[in-house]
């Protein structure tokens, strides 16, 4: 199970989510992926959906508005969050306000013994019924701008989280977005159930210094040392994806431990290393508690090793029509494409498709 989190906005965390919950579906087709939305934004809903392409400016995106046809309040992140904040209380009267009339996932099902765990899918749509660009065996919490969790609710409302997650089949694969507030109950439940991080990131060191220091208190760092200090850290950081470098070649490198699928530009590499030793320096004297398995690191290499990668930059014009049109690399095609009002041709992309489709599978296999 994976959170993907940043508190700095376009980071990449909804693309790259997006980009590697489809790749998992497509390479295992017999299992299944569960995205779970945690975002106000709804970057990874909308992609999933059907794409940001609008039929006009001020329209809903396409990929949006198919998640509000094929949900209701209650079927989606919304009443997932509800539902989680109400807990085995909901479950010991007739259902009144929210669930009435309707179907109470804590109700006891017949048979049973007394509230059961959810069953996330129950809160899930199947995006390839409107996107077809989309592997079958994906499913998504749609996030449709309301995300009704207090600060007083989350920590109960993960451990309710956590008892659904463990009742999911064994052949399933779990994908958390999370919002830009990091410090929001959304992001921190979501960082208290998952069991790792995956942290794009910036190249650049106004991007990188604003994860530890933000006015707003939405630090991703912060945040996450202090969960660690309450004792509600679950994931830990798994992998720091520095997004949209620079390719000179598709062969792999490795500098200074830092294991990319291609060879970046020196000066990206460089910068890499530096916020690289930053991150050692910083977190060296705690024993790299806030990292998965961190207490196996003892130098600069092994750091850079173990939790560092990259994922190469594409075209604007490649990733524009991938996003207007909700394609995955893993169905994009070399060919003439139009969303909405925009029309490209990606009929010479060949050789570029691949290697974003290459550079991906590499990420999920790291990872």
Not at 72 to 99: D, H, I, V
Not at 150 to 173: D, F, I, M, V
Not at 219 to 245: H, M, P, T, Y
Request: with cysteine; net charge negative; hydrophobic share 40%.
């Amino acid at each position: 199970m994976y959170a993907f989190g940043n508190n700095k906005g376009g980071s990449g965390k909804s693309t790259l989510l997006f980009q590697l919950a489809c790749e998992a579906a497509r390479r295992d087709p017999g299992g299944e992926v569960l995205v779970v939305d945690l975002s106000l934004y709804s970057d990874a809903t909308t992609l999933l959906m059907g794409g940001t392409a609008r039929p006009q400016v001020l329209a809903a995106s396409e990929g949006a508005q198919a998640a509000l046809d094929a949900t209701r309040p209650a079927t989606r992140a919304e009443g997932l969050l509800r539902a989680l904040a109400a807990g085995e209380e909901q479950a010991k009267a007739e259902p009144s306000g929210f669930f009435s009339g309707g179907w109470n996932p804590f109700k006891a099902q017949p048979g049973g013994g007394g509230a059961k765990a959810l069953d996330l899918r129950e809160f899930s749509v199947v995006p390839s019924a409107s996107n077809p660009a989309v592997p079958e065996n994906l499913r998504v919490v749609a996030s449709c701008g309301k995300l009704p969790l207090e600060e007083g609710e989350w920590r109960a409302a993960a451990e309710r989280l956590s008892a659904a997650l463990a009742a999911l089949p064994k052949n399933c694969q779990v994908y958390f977005d999370t919002d830009h507030l990091a410090a929001a109950p959304v992001s921190k439940m979501a960082f208290a159930c998952a069991d790792k991080i995956v942290l794009p990131m910036s190249l650049d060191d106004n991007d990188f210094s604003r994860m530890f220091i933000d006015p707003t208190g939405n630090s991703i760092w912060g945040v996450l040392q202090e969960l660690q200090d309450e004792g509600l850290l679950r994931a830990k950081v798994w992998k720091l994806v520095f997004n949209r470098v620079t390719a000179l070649k598709n062969e792999k490198t490795q500098h200074e431990g830092i294991d990319s699928p291609f060879t970046p530009a020196k000066a990206c590499l460089d910068q890499m290393d530096a916020i690289c030793r930053q991150l050692f320096e910083c977190y060296s004297g705690s024993g790299f508690e806030l990292f998965y398995g961190g207490g196996e690191v003892a130098t600069q290499r092994q750091f850079n090793e173990r939790y560092v990668t990259a994922f190469r930059s594409a075209s604007e014009t490649t990733m524009n029509i991938a996003k207007l049109s909700g394609s995955p690399f893993c169905s994009l095609k070399a060919q003439k494409m139009s969303a909405g009002k925009v029309n490209c041709d990606l009929s010479k992309a060949t050789l570029q498709i691949e290697a974003l489709q290459q550079g991906i599978q590499d990420i999920l296999k790291i990872l």
